[in-house]
């Protein structure tokens, strides 16, 4: 049976106008409340939205042995050895090769950086994810994935090298900082900040910043956008 050129034509301009639909949705997040995610809805935010950000950190330089003494970790960013080529004993050659794979460092795999409301909280439980509890009197922001080394005090020294920066306020310190050990050797970071120091839309924007042993890491949130169905959730 011979197709009438207006209705191919017809169901093209069909097909066309749906994927357009399709592409034009708006996600889970801002299409529906909570209680109606499914699991392809939760594992979307837990993908891409505005509480949940993939970064890659910036790897800081090496201490030298002055400012690891001081800092009281003798261990703390050192290169590699050199061995007898970096002493010069092989001749120049092998003296620069040795040198420039002392100083040589891969660069840092990407984390994810979610800030830990209860939409991600949601999403993480329709996804079958197991989560690091979170006191809801505080904000929580959590890292995941990091290769960080094993000392007694690291939580201490994360605290004390993290804040929530807000345009013309007072940055926000964590009251606790904790480090979950998990597989291969990479780590989970929980970050608490009280909420008695209240975010709201009007602050627009909220900078995460933070220090990792010797990786650098900055993570904007657009608070404007970390809402569902309407309402800041944060």
């Known amino acids: 049976m011979r197709r009438l050129p207006g209705l191919r034509r017809f169901s093209f301009t069909a097909a066309l106008l749906i994927a357009r639909a399709s592409f034009a949705q708006d996600p889970a997040w801002k299409s529906k409340p909570i209680v109606q995610w ?47 080529a970096g002493l010069g004993l092989l001749g120049p050659r092998r003296e620069a090769e040795a040198l420039q794979r002392a100083h040589a460092r891969p660069t840092p795999d990407a984390v994810v950086v979610r800030w830990e409301s209860a939409p991600v909280r949601a999403a993480e439980s ?20 990091l290769p960080l080394p094993r000392r007694w005090n690291l939580a201490n020294e994360l605290k004390d090298v993290a804040y929530l920066r807000r345009y013309r306020k007072k940055d926000l310190k964590p009251s606790r900082v904790e480090v979950l050990r998990g597989d291969r050797g990479l780590a989970t970071v929980v970050y608490l900040f009280r909420r008695s120091v209240e975010i709201t839309r009007k602050d627009q924007s909220v900078e995460f910043v933070a220090q990792l042993d010797r990786l650098f ?11 569902i169905m309407g309402e800041l959730e944060i």
Do not use: C
């Not at 594992?43 to 790897?59: C, E, G, I, M």
């Not at 989560?131 to 994935?145: F, I, K, L, R």
């Not at 890491?217 to 809402?227: S, W």
């Open 38 to 84: 499914n699991a392809d809805d939760a594992k979307a935010v837990l993908a891409d939205s505005p509480w949940v950000k993939h970064v890659t950190p910036q790897r800081l330089r090496d201490l030298s042995p002055d400012e690891r003494r001081n800092g009281g970790n003798m261990e703390a960013g050192i290169g590699k050895g050199v061995g007898l």
């Open 217 to 227: 890491l900055e993570q904007f949130f657009n608070v404007q956008e970390m809402r």
């Open 126 to 145: 329709k996804a079958g994810e197991t989560a690091p509890a979170v006191d809801a009197s505080y904000y929580a922001v959590v890292v995941y994935g």
